[in-house]
């Protein structure tokens, strides 16, 4: 994939006032890799699973979060910043073309450890998120490392995807979809997951419609041949049925919260294919 550096005017850049032992809540002994490798299968199973080392509560400790205000990173952390940047601008530019006036632009809220959200409190190893509350990505850049070491999902193309992915909540919070389906769910609990399942096959599919785009040409993002390859190999690693495995060493899948590694290759090749949201209907 190749990008080019922009103003940043995407980015909200939270690493100076975020951290502070965020990510030490409730490690339980794990050490950082293992605790990070927990991040990466809590944002791909939608469950925190910080809490089975031991911790997890919602509210902060008061050194939780710092204020410092000091970003300072290496450069392949920047590198890593602009990249977010111009993924942001080039997805955004493309749901601009495709809803007109409806679409609402939002940034990118970059933290280290953990941060208040709008959402309430969130630590890294809730994984990137996206809150309906304030309309806002959230990621801690390490995520990606994690990603990559953990699951095998190489690539900087498989890094534009999870950001894609989540900006696909956005639009699904612009078009009403996410309240009818918290509705849906609100007034039928037993088909809680099964509803979380659509909404998150239909974000892969949204992160799909804008890799269409993109490589047709994008303002800041142009693909090489390969990049599709490194999308799909990444939807694959996060299927619920592969993590399960990799957890539990079976499968349940009264426990999906996602979609199996099938399924998630499906809807985001189908936008990939298509570069058309009408053929993102998970719910039909």
């Not at 609402?104 to 970059?110: M, R, Y």
């Not at 299927?239 to 399924?263: K, Y």
Request: hydrophobic share 35%; charged share 25%.
């Amino acid at each position: 994939m190749r990008w080019t550096p922009g103003d940043r005017s995407n980015i909200e850049d939270m690493r100076g006032r975020s951290g502070g032992g965020g990510m030490a809540m409730g490690a339980g002994g794990l050490g950082v890799g293992g605790l990070l490798l927990l991040l990466v299968l809590s944002w791909a199973t939608g469950i925190d699973l910080t809490s089975i080392a031991g911790g997890g509560g919602s509210s902060p400790p008061p050194e939780a979060v710092g204020t410092s205000g000091k970003v300072t990173g290496s450069p392949e952390e920047e590198k890593l910043v602009d990249m977010v940047d111009a993924v942001m601008d080039d997805a955004q530019d493309t749901w601009r073309q495709l809803l007109g006036g409806r679409y609402e632009d939002t940034k990118a809220v970059l933290f280290r450890d953990a941060i208040n959200s709008a959402c309430g409190f969130a630590q890294a190893a809730t994984g990137p998120f996206y809150c309906p509350a304030d309309r806002k990505v959230y990621l801690d850049l390490g995520f990606f490392d994690e990603m990559q070491r953990k699951l095998g999902a190489t690539g900087d193309f498989a890094q534009a995807y999870v950001l894609a992915h989540e900006l696909g909540h956005h639009v699904q919070t612009i078009t009403g979809t996410e309240s009818q389906v918290r509705q849906r769910q609100a007034a039928s609990p037993g088909s809680r997951n099964a509803l979380s399942v659509r909404m998150e096959l239909q974000a892969d599919c949204f992160a799909g419609v804008w890799g269409y785009h993109a490589n047709k040409g994008g303002s800041r993002v142009q693909l090489d041949p390969d990049d599709t390859d490194e999308a799909l190999n990444a939807a694959a690693a996060i299927g619920d049925d592969r993590l399960q495995r990799m957890q539990t060493g079976r499968v349940a899948p009264e426990r999906f919260t996602h979609g199996t590694s099938q399924q998630r290759v499906e809807w985001f090749r189908r936008g990939m294919d298509s570069g058309d949201p009408k053929v993102c209907n998970t719910f039909q």
